[in-house]
């Protein structure tokens, strides 16, 4: 367990994986400061952390690293996402802005204020949305220093039923949902996460999330990093919406090991 004032946590693999996953979305923790300038009460707070916490990915992805031949790294935001959220674009490219959940969210999960509209998202940034990627960007790096090659795997969940704020939310909504890049997600790369994860049920692309995380610095110019997005349906493995794990996690921990063999083994 990271001690309680870590804001996020890289935890070492194998020198010679180029393999990071990355879990951006599984604490709960807002610091005091922070709590400050949220208008919800602490009932409401709780039920939209309950909403948009990814809970439990964190453990799938422990899991995942003990099971996995060659132990990948490991980079997991140890703050909730309503504090900033890392993988948002921090400006008005990220079309998140427009229901009021960019880097710095003012609305939640239902499109009631979360903070003030006027909030300057300058001070959060600062604090922890910039060491968080320049952190981010270094773990990349060492990978690619290495083994000349990085491949970031994003693990996240979604709720069953369609919250208010998803852009994108009307398709399917299939056990394993596969996030993808144009640049960085390689065919093969999508192949293999597709069949890591049938043993977890149907599996689709790109609905309802798409996209998958990459740095800034290689984003859209540097081929040797990789990226894919898994999206995993929360009833597959807990009570929802902010409930207990259940025997899916086992299961998912598993295929996510099969993945990261498979993205170690395509090297070979």
Known sequence: MAPAATPFELLPGAEDSPVILH????ARRIPDAVRAGIVLDTASLERELDHITDAHTARIAE???????????????????????????PDEREEMLAVGMGAVYTRTTHGEPLRPADTDPE?????????????MTEAVRARLDATGRAVVIDIHSYPTKRLPYELHGAGPRPAVCIG???????????????????RCGETGLDS????????????????????????IRRNTYMSEPGGPA???????????????DGVDGAAH
């Open 63 to 89: 899991a995942a690293a003990r099971l996995a031949r060659l132990r990948p790294w490991r980079f997991v935001n140890r703050m909730s996402r309503l504090v900033v959220d890392p993988e948002r674009f």
């Open 23 to 26: 879990v951006p979305h599984s």
């Open 208 to 231: 309802p999330f798409a996209g998958a995380y990459v740095p800034l610095e290689f984003y859209g110019t540097d081929a040797r990093v990789g990226a894919l997005m898994v999206e």
């Open 123 to 135: 001070p959060l940034l600062e604090q922890y949305f910039r060491p968080y990627a320049q952190a």
């Open 246 to 260: 259940g025997p899916g996690v086992s299961r998912l921990a598993s295929a996510l090991a099969a993945l990261v």
């Open 180 to 198: 993808t890049d144009a640049f960085h997600t390689p065919e093969k790369l999508a192949g293999l996460a597709r069949e890591a994860f049938a």
